[in-house]
């Protein structure tokens, strides 16, 4: 069993630089659980995979499933608060300090840059999320049905413009087919 | 005695306006902001849509998912603290309870090889819902050079050394910080936003990157 204080922590600090929603720190996510032994290897993707069939942000969902999975349902309300008291409170910082902060030459400047890593954070946590993590090698047919499932969910989503839950029902018949 | 009333309606009212707005979040906070737009500006009236505008804006950047940085905005714009602490519990209270509830019955049904099957076709889904993501964050982060490099940078750095995200994210601010400085006192004209057409102007328009 975890400590509900560590969740609470660990994951307060992860809500703390997730900068650009969730999916920024997802692979965070991952090293963290799996270092503290609150999952074990090769858990994680099937873990977000639950994730991604609830309504909700990712990584608000998963640091649920997680703290649920480490210690119970007081292990997913610690991981639950963690990771959205940063949110809240920097929010209301910013509410209470001042709407026009936003006009503001340096807040603009320091926008610029963050903005542009936190989009190479993304690209990082797509492809550690999708094909990075395990060790195994790299051509399996596991990792071809992967590929093929998410060709097929980003022609869903881009051309056809399919709502999630379609692209996340239909990906999950897909997968009872290949696997 | 009637005030003290008066604002445990509102913070109700606050907790279940977006309790009703979090289970419409599926597949990312941008997905409700038109529904949000409809209830906070339209029937409540609790904002007016230039600072829905910045609330939007300014929960876009701000660490968290843009859904509960909203909701924590409003909360406190309209009830103060408290406010803020009702909306987000709305916001988070459906789909905490609906995880809860999935993980449950992951539990009872995991040792099924049709379920492990599925959420491993659901795993590619989520790889590409995440490289939706980096496509729309791209469109309007990455608009010249600098930012290019950066985030390059940035995905080099996490793939190939361990260096702390948090560094990365300080990294990548200051890069930014020093090269509109540079270009500043060169005499380059900086832009620190995309450009976007005059059309896109007049409505309320919401840049693609939130997620």
């Known amino acids: 069993m975890a400590s509900l204080s560590a969740l609470f922590i660990v994951f307060m600090k992860i809500g703390l630089v997730s900068f ?19 999952l074990a290897e090769g858990q994680f993707q099937e873990l977000v995979s639950v994730a991604g069939t609830a309504p909700g942000p990712i990584a608000t969902n998963a640091a649920t499933l997680i703290g649920y999975d480490a210690a119970g349902i007081g292990g997913a309300i610690a991981a639950t608060a963690g990771i959205v008291l940063p949110s809240l409170l920097i929010m209301i910082l910013l509410a209470s300090v001042c709407l026009r902060l936003f006009d503001k030459k340096l807040v603009k400047s320091s926008l610029y840059g963050l903005r542009a ?3 190479g954070i993304i690209a990082y946590s797509a492809l550690h999320f999708g094909f990075l993590s395990h060790r195994t090698s790299f051509f399996t047919w596991q990792t071809i049905a992967t590929l093929m499932i998410c060709a097929g969910a980003l022609i869903g ?6 709502h999630p839950v379609m692209i996340v029902l239909a990906s999950g018949l897909a997968g009872i087919v290949l696997f | 005695m009637v005030r003290m009333r008066e604002k445990v ?3 109700y009212r606050l907790f279940s306006v977006f309790f009703r707005i979090g ?3 599926f597949g990312g906070g941008y997905a409700m902001i038109p529904i949000m737009e409809k209830e906070i500006i339209v029937k409540r009236g609790w904002l007016t849509p230039e600072e829905m505008g910045n609330a939007i804006s ?3 950047s701000a660490p968290g998912g843009v859904g509960i940085n909203a909701a924590a905005f409003i909360g406190y714009r309209v009830a103060g603290m408290p406010g803020a602490v009702a909306a987000v519990a709305g916001m988070t209270m459906p789909t905490f309870i609906i995880v809860c509830l999935l993980s449950l019955f992951y ?3 995991a040792h099924q090889a049709k379920l492990a099957a599925a959420l491993k076709g659901i795993h590619g889904a989520v790889i590409a819902l995440i490289f939706i993501a980096v496509f729309k964050m791209a469109k309007t982060a990455l608009f010249d050079r600098t930012t290019k490099l950066v985030a390059a940078a940035a995905l080099g750095l996490l793939s190939f050394t361990s260096v702390n995200q948090l560094a990365v994210i300080i990294g990548g601010i200051g890069i930014g910080m020093i090269a509109v400085a540079v270009k500043e006192k060169l005499g380059i004209r900086a832009r620190t936003e995309k450009e976007s057409p005059p059309r896109q102007a007049q409505a309320l328009v919401y840049p693609e990157y939130y997620i």
């Not at chain 1, 650009?20 to 609150?38: D, K, Q, T």
Request: a positive charge; proline letters at 2%.
């Open chain 1, 157 to 162: 989503i881009v051309r056809f413009k399919l």
């Open chain 2, 9 to 11: 309606v509102l913070f």
């Open chain 2, 107 to 109: 539990s009872l049904f």
């Open chain 2, 58 to 60: 300014i929960a876009g």
């Open chain 2, 23 to 25: 289970p419409s979040t």
């Open chain 1, 20 to 38: 650009g929603g969730g999916y920024s720190v997802i692979a965070l996510m991952e090293r963290e659980a799996i270092s503290r032994s609150w």
């Open chain 1, 117 to 119: 890593v936190v989009t």
